[in-house]
T-cell receptor
């Protein structure tokens, strides 16, 4: 079945460091790909998404590119801030009757000042 | 715009007891999801509704879990009887129309359940 694999956490970075969180997927079709973020004490929020191969999603300085050839959707940010400390989830879905999101296990990011 | 509301936020029960969770989606959202998030894992779908009809309940343990969405708005998820392995965060999410792949799902804050 379809699945999403994320790099193990936790990830600890200093402020202004470069961030990469790896995400790869296994899919029988052509899903849409998402990154969700969960800040401490809050619910899951959509960070960015891409609906087809070679699309780049971006938001709040974060970027991810839908790479069909490597089945990847790695999350990157050039300069992290303390406020980026959160758990990040990579996910996929197909929509319609398969509209449910299939999530990875999440990667916890801690940014130190 | 009000977000997805869930209650209660926390619940502690003993095994074999029953428990119910409530969700109020964003106004006008036709599709509603219940996910279970066990500690250290990503959320997993339990059931998907479109309006008041069930679209997907293939991963719902129907011997103990039930869910309904009366009038296509609020939804209730029930566990009876609860087991230790049901300890998790139960997330409700909603989206505007048919749950298309490009649609954003909006999540509530979740209900954290501990079964002793």
């Amino acid at each position: 079945g379809d699945s999403v694999t994320q790099m193990e956490g936790p990830v600890t970075l200093s402020e202004e460091a470069f961030l990469t969180i790896n995400c790869t997927y296994t899919a029988t079709g052509y899903p849409s790909l998402f990154w969700y973020v969960q800040y401490p004490g809050e619910g899951l929020q959509l960070l960015l998404k891409a609906t087809k191969a070679d699309d780049k999603g971006s938001n709040k300085g974060f970027e991810a590119t839908y790479r069909k050839e490597t089945t990847s959707f790695h999350l990157e940010k050039g300069s992290v801030q303390v406020s980026d400390s959160a758990v990040y989830f990579c996910a996929l879905n197909y929509g319609g009757s398969q509209g449910n999101l299939i999530f990875g296990k999440g990667t916890k990011l801690s940014v130190k000042p | 715009e009000a977000g997805v509301a869930q209650s209660p936020r926390y619940k502690i029960i003993e095994k074999r007891q029953s428990v119910a969770f409530w969700c109020n989606p964003i106004s006008g959202h036709a599709t509603l999801y219940w996910y279970q998030q066990i500690l250290g894992q990503g959320p997993k779908l339990l059931i998907q509704f479109q309006n008041n009809g069930v679209v997907d309940d293939s991963q719902l343990p129907k011997d103990r879990f039930s869910a309904e969405r009366l009038k296509g708005v609020d939804s209730t998820l029930k566990i009876q009887p609860a087991k230790l392995e049901d300890s998790a965060v139960y997330l409700c999410a909603s989206s505007f129309s048919s749950g298309g792949a490009f649609e954003t799902q909006y999540f509530g804050p979740g209900t954290r359940l501990l079964v002793l």
